[in-house]
Structure formats: C-alpha cells, structure tokens
C-alpha cells in the first residue's frame, strides 16, 4: 500500500468509511487515504468551468447538472472563493465645491 501524498509504504489501517472500504493512514505524512477511491479529485479544468458559470449568473442547481459535482462540495467551494475576496472598499476622494 501506497501513500497517494508522499509515497511512502510505512501505512497503518486505520477504520473504515461509510460504504465499508478499509482506510489506511501513512505513517510518515499523516494522510489518510482509501486504497481504490470511488470518487475522485474535482480536476482544475471542472473548476475552472465552475468559476466561468459562476460568472455568467447560472444558477446553483444548474451548475451542478452540468458538472456532476454535488450541490454540498459546489457551496463549500464558492464560500472558500467568497472569503477570499478581499474586504476593504477604498473609494477617491471626492474634491469640494469652492
């Protein structure tokens, strides 16, 4: 077994998840891993895509249809993009009448 963080063979198992696959922990790293994941990565190209929807107003539950991501990991998504807007607002300074 494989570490899919740092490669290391030194892992433990470590429980299982929900569905009852077995999850092991690296030894080195600290990760924990499923040995043959169902689900995968959401790729940067589907980010991307995501974040050009966003753009264009669609809404939640179509961005969803289109991607295949769940509704739960898209608002997740957009609220790590929403905190990292800066919050400060400068405007110019207005000149006065004489």
Not at 24 to 34: M, Y
């Amino acid at each position: 077994m494989h570490c899919p963080h740092c490669q290391a063979t030194q892992t433990i198992k470590n429980g299982s998840i929900h569905s009852g696959k077995p999850k092991w922990k690296c030894k080195v790293c600290g990760r924990q891993f499923v040995a043959n994941p169902s689900q995968q990565r959401i790729s940067d190209s589907t980010k991307q895509i995501i974040d050009k929807l966003l753009l264009e107003r669609v809404s939640l539950a179509g961005i969803v249809r289109v991607t295949g991501v769940s509704a739960r990991w898209l608002q997740y998504y957009i609220n790590d993009k929403y905190a990292a807007v800066p919050r400060s607002v400068t405007s110019p300074e207005q000149k006065k009448g004489s």
